[in-house]
């Protein structure tokens, strides 16, 4: 079982920088992927960006490359979206997830508001 607590959401103006984290808890030592997915008014959820436990290695969807970053620090299990250059379709709510063993956990979601 794994635990998600997200953080880091709220209001920043067009341009600005937001970062969120996500700390998870429980056996967090058997997973594999850890990301960010999003979900505006009225529109399906999205992927926005993934990253390997293990490796480090990263994937994006292209509305957000290059103005975001996605990172992990494994001693605390917790993964971070630092978002950059934020627009105001970037306003959703962001989920986290980890996929452990065949299962992805989620977590509850934070606000992300973005002014113009």
């Known amino acids: 079982q794994v635990q998600l607590v997200e953080s880091g959401g709220g209001l920043v103006q067009a341009g600005g920088s937001l970062r969120l984290s996500c700390a998870a808890s429980g056996r967090t030592f058997d997973s594999n992927h850890a990301g960010w997915f999003r979900q505006a008014p009225g529109k399906e959820r999205e992927f926005v960006a993934t990253?390997?436990?293990?490796?480090?290695?990263?994937a994006y969807t292209d509305s957000v490359k290059g103005r975001f970053t996605i990172s992990r620090d494994n001693s605390k299990n917790t993964v971070y979206l630092q978002m950059d250059s934020v627009k105001p379709e970037d306003t959703a709510v962001y989920y986290c997830?980890?996929?452990?063993?065949?299962?992805?956990?989620w977590g509850q979601g934070t606000q992300v508001t973005v002014s113009s």
């Open positions: 990253i390997s436990w293990s490796t480090g290695n990263t």
């Open positions: 997830y980890v996929d452990h063993l065949s299962t992805r956990y």
